[in-house]
C-alpha cells in the first residue's frame, strides 16, 4: 500500500496486518487475533480499539520510540523493566522496591508505618518515639546530643568530654581528680584516702592544714623522710622569715618528747624560747633563759621578786 489507509467503521479480522503507510483508525473495532505492526508516520487510534477479547502478549507486543499517554487503568504482569525517567507514577497501592535509591522522596509523609533498614544516614530532620538499636546496639557518632525524661547509660563510656552540670546520686568516680581545674566547695559524709590529705600545703605530710597567709598550720608527718611519727601545730605571722613571730607544739613519737618553741625574726635556726619534756626522765629542758617573775630575763634563771627555792637538800633564797 502506497498511500494512507483510513478505516471509517466496521470490524476488521485478520490473522495479520502489517501496515507500510501512516494508518488512521477512526472508529470502529480491529479485531486482531495475531499481530498489528504500526510502521512510520503518523499512526492514530481515535476511537475504541478491542482486540477480540484476547490478551496483547508478547515482549514486543507493543512498542513505541515515542511518549505515551494513557487515561485508564494498567494492569501488568509478568515481569519487565521500565527504564527513563518517570515524572510522575501517580499513587501506587502497594509497591515492592528491591534495588535502586529513592532521592528526594519522603517515606510515610502521609501515612507513617514501620520501616527495616540495614543503615540510616540521616542529614537532618527529626527521629521522634524511636528506639535506635534496640535489636542490636550500634555506634552513635554526634556533634551534640540531648537526652531528657531519664533513662540508663550502660557500658563503658570512655570520654564524656567536658560536662557543664553533672548529678550524681550513686556509683563511684575512680580516678578522677575533683576540682583540679576549678576547685569548688565540696560536701562529705566520710573521706577515706590512702595518700596525703593536703589543705592549701604542699603535699609531703601525711596531713597538712595550712591557712591561706602560713599563720595557721598543723602538720601530721610520717615515716617517708622522718624518723617516726610527728604532729606539730605553729601559729603566727607569716612563715618565720625576717619580721615575723610565731610558735609551735611538736610531738616526736621517735625521741618520745614534746617541745614547745617561739621563733624570732630569723625563724626556727634562732629560736626565741625552746622548752622540752622528756617522756620517761620527767625532765625538763630550756634553751635560752628562764625568768620566774621576769619577763626579760638576763641570766639563765632569774626572778623577779624575792623567792625561796626548795630542794631537798634545803632552801635556796
Avoid: C
Avoid at 569548688?184 to 573521706?191: C, L, N, R
Amino acid at each position: 500500500m502506497g498511500n494512507p489507509m483510513v478505516i471509517m467503521g466496521g470490524i476488521v479480522a485478520m490473522l495479520a496486518l502489517i501496515v507500510g503507510v501512516p494508518f488512521a483508525l477512526q472508529t470502529g473495532e480491529l479485531v486482531n487475533e495475531n499481530i498489528l505492526v504500526l510502521r512510520s508516520g503518523a499512526n492514530t487510534l481515535t476511537g475504541d480499539w478491542a482486540v477480540g477479547g484476547q490478551d496483547i502478549t508478547g515482549v514486543a507486543a507493543f512498542s513505541t520510540t515515542g511518549a505515551v499517554t494513557h487515561t485508564g487503568a494498567v494492569t501488568a504482569s509478568g515481569g519487565g523493566s521500565h527504564t527513563g525517567t518517570w515524572t510522575d507514577m501517580g499513587s501506587v497501592t502497594t509497591v515492592d522496591i528491591n534495588g535502586g535509591t529513592l532521592d528526594g522522596s519522603i517515606i510515610g509523609g502521609a501515612v507513617p508505618a514501620a520501616g527495616t533498614f540495614t543503615t540510616v544516614d540521616l542529614n537532618g530532620g527529626t527521629i521522634d518515639g524511636a528506639t535506635i538499636g534496640g535489636a542490636t546496639p550500634g555506634a552513635i557518632t554526634a556533634t551534640t546530643l540531648d537526652a531528657t525524661g531519664g533513662g540508663a547509660l550502660t557500658g563503658t563510656w570512655t570520654d564524656l568530654g567536658s560536662v557543664t552540670t553533672v548529678d550524681l546520686n550513686g556509683g563511684t568516680i575512680d580516678g578522677a581528680t575533683i576540682g583540679g581545674s576549678s576547685a569548688a566547695a565540696g560536701t562529705f559524709t566520710t573521706v577515706n584516702t590512702s595518700g596525703n590529705v593536703v589543705m592549701s600545703g604542699t603535699g609531703d605530710k601525711l596531713l597538712e592544714l595550712r591557712s591561706t597567709n602560713n599563720e595557721s598550720r598543723l602538720y601530721q608527718y610520717g615515716p617517708t623522710g622522718v624518723s617516726g611519727i610527728r604532729h606539730r601545730f605553729i601559729e603566727g605571722v607569716g612563715d618565720g622569715t625576717a619580721g615575723n613571730q610565731r610558735y609551735g607544739f611538736l610531738y616526736s613519737g621517735a625521741q618520745d618528747e614534746f617541745t614547745f618553741s617561739t621563733e624570732d625574726a630569723d625563724g626556727a635556726a634562732n629560736p626565741g624560747v625552746v622548752w622540752t619534756v622528756e617522756d620517761g626522765t620527767d625532765d625538763i629542758a630550756f634553751d635560752g633563759n628562764v625568768g620566774i617573775a621576769d619577763l626579760v630575763p638576763t641570766t639563765a634563771l632569774s626572778f623577779g621578786v624575792a623567792s625561796t627555792i626548795s630542794t631537798d637538800a634545803g632552801d635556796l633564797t
